[in-house]
Every structure is written in structure tokens, then in C-alpha cells.
Nanobody
Framework: QVQLVESGGGLVQAGGSLRLSCVAS????????MGWFRQAPGKEREFVAA???????TYVDSVKGRFTISRDNAKDTQYLQMNSLKPEDTAVYYC?????????WGQGTQVTVSS
């Protein structure tokens, strides 16, 4: 089992920045895929960003150029640096670890961007 704990969410004005962290514990060896989804009120959960063991990154188009995903394998931690935040980025952000067939999730952290 893998446990994930997120932190770093909060309230920020449009144009501001936040940095989310997600610490993994438990059987964390050989975790390749890590990333983030988000879910806004009344909407389905959507993919935001992913990173693999060697640092390959993918992003949803709406956050490209504004968000940066990174990871520190020695600390079993991943990060999501969010800049130039927009009100439409408001959502609960969930980190994950593992492939779709065996994916672990964090509890979620609220990000609210005011206009």
C-alpha cells in the first residue's frame, strides 16, 4: 500500500501562485507514474499533469506554461508549482501515484482562486 498526503492548497487572488506538495509513504519503491488531477464543483475529475521517474512531463493544455510538475525521488515527494492562477483553476486537487491499474490517491487539497 502507498499513502499520499497533500499540502499547499489555499485561497489566492487571480495572477497569484501556489505550490502543492504530495508526500508518499509505504511501499513507494518502483513508483514510476505520479501526477495530479483536479475536480471543480459540478464537474468531472480532470487530468492536470504527470511526471515519470526520469522526469518526463505531460500537462493538460489549459495549464501549459503556467504549471510545473516536479518530483524528488529521494524524498518520495512530488510538487505542482502553479503560477498565473485563474479563477477557472479553482478545484480540489488530488495527487496520485502508480499506473491506472493500481493507482493510489491523496485526500485532496482545495485551491480557490478569486477574481
Amino acid at each position: 500500500q502507498v499513502q499520499l498526503v497533500e499540502s499547499g492548497g489555499g485561497l489566492v487572488q487571480a495572477g497569484g501562485s501556489l505550490r502543492l506538495s504530495c508526500v508518499a509513504s509505504g511501499r513507494t519503491f518502483n513508483i514510476n507514474a505520479m501526477g495530479w488531477f483536479r475536480q471543480a464543483p459540478g464537474k468531472e475529475r480532470e487530468f492536470v499533469a504527470a511526471i515519470n521517474w526520469i522526469g518526463g512531463r505531460t500537462y493538460v493544455d489549459s495549464v501549459k506554461g503556467r504549471f510545473t510538475i516536479s518530483r524528488d525521488n529521494a524524498k518520495d515527494t512530488q510538487y505542482l508549482q502553479m503560477n498565473s492562477l485563474k479563477p477557472e483553476d479553482t478545484a480540489v486537487y488530488y495527487c496520485y501515484a502508480g499506473p491506472p491499474s493500481r493507482r493510489y490517491w491523496g485526500q485532496g487539497t482545495q485551491v480557490t482562486v478569486s477574481s
